[in-house]
């Protein structure tokens, strides 16, 4: 009993260590190591696995969101069947390198951690990253740590992604990203627009250029720019029209105002015209001298 509940401890010490190294930074993981989490942990549920059945791995609480699989297959039912899930297809007549008896598939998807995998200069990720890696299980009981490949050279491997966000869904917009060693990555057209088709293993999603996207976002500024222009001469117009007539309203108002306080004259008809006439001599008519002579 105490040697099982120190395998247990030893086993959770040494997976939060796993874990751990998995970040080399606050916005990238180490792919390397990541690869070796899943691997440590799905080679733990080993016992678990039924053949030809998809099983679900367990990872730290530290990593919820990702998801790990595994399909624990016969080279013989690899051969005469392939593989059909929800995730991966791999057609009938393929054969691993070097010739196994038993193999383990081990499909990984990051889910919401996928922004922090890697970054694709000039694109922007638009769907998961997802992966998988096949391994030896030729021993029942735990896997080889050696990694092997598939013989496809006669049909792809299609990889399915389970979400592409993206306004715009035109496919030819798309393209599949395969992630390499040391940072390389490979770039390829897509052929639909949720999966990607390859002949190796790895990791991959689906990505939109960033530049098209500053594009349609420049363009967007510009239609509200000049919306914007247009309604603020629109603004000016009206304010300067408005400020024409209150100008012209009071100048009338002076106008009258002046004409009320000014001399009122009478009006007298001559002939058929109407005329103003004076209804009082102003200045009374003097002599220049107070005699005659």
């Not at 990051?110 to 200069?121: E, M, R």
């Not at 769907?127 to 792809?156: H, I, M, R, W």
């Not at 603020?232 to 300067?240: K, S």
Request: glycine fraction near 8%; charge should be positive; aromatic fraction near 12%.
């Amino acid at each position: 009993m105490g040697s099982k509940k120190s395998c247990l401890i030893i086993f959770m010490v040494f997976s939060l260590l796993l874990s751990s190294i998995v970040f080399t930074g606050s916005d990238t993981y180490d792919t390397k190591a990541l690869d070796s989490l899943f691997y440590y942990h799905a080679n733990q549920t080993m016992a678990q696995y039924q053949t030809g059945s998809l099983t679900q791995v367990s990872l730290p609480f530290n990593f919820s969101g990702m998801n790990v699989f595994v399909i624990a297959l016969r080279s013989g039912s690899l051969w005469s069947k392939g593989i059909n899930s929800s995730f991966i297809e791999i057609l009938s007549k393929v054969m691993t390198l070097p010739y196994l008896k038993r193999l383990v598939v081990v499909y990984h998807n990051l889910g919401k951690w996928s922004s922090k995998y890697s970054k694709v200069p000039g694109y922007s990720l638009v769907s998961p990253v997802v992966g998988f890696n096949v391994y030896d299980s030729s021993n029942t009981t735990t896997l080889s740590n050696k990694k092997v490949t598939l013989n496809t050279t006669s049909e792809p491997i299609s990889i399915y992604f389970s979400y592409v966000e993206a306004e715009d869904k035109n496919v030819t917009k798309f393209k599949c990203i395969k992630f390499g060693g040391g940072g390389l990555v490979k770039i390829n057209n897509t052929t639909k627009m949720n999966v990607c088709v390859t002949k190796t293993l790895g990791s991959f999603s689906v990505a939109a250029s960033s530049m098209a996207k500053k594009k349609r976002r420049i363009w967007k500024w510009w239609v509200i720019g000049f919306v914007a222009g247009g309604v603020g001469v629109v603004v000016l117009v009206l304010a300067g029209v408005a400020i024409v007539n209150t100008w012209k309203r009071k100048k009338i108002k002076t106008m009258e105002k002046e004409s009320e306080t000014g001399m009122t004259l009478d009006t007298v008809w001559v002939g058929g015209d109407k005329m103003p006439s004076a209804s009082m001599i102003r200045t009374q008519p003097i002599l220049e001298h107070d005699y005659v002579s």
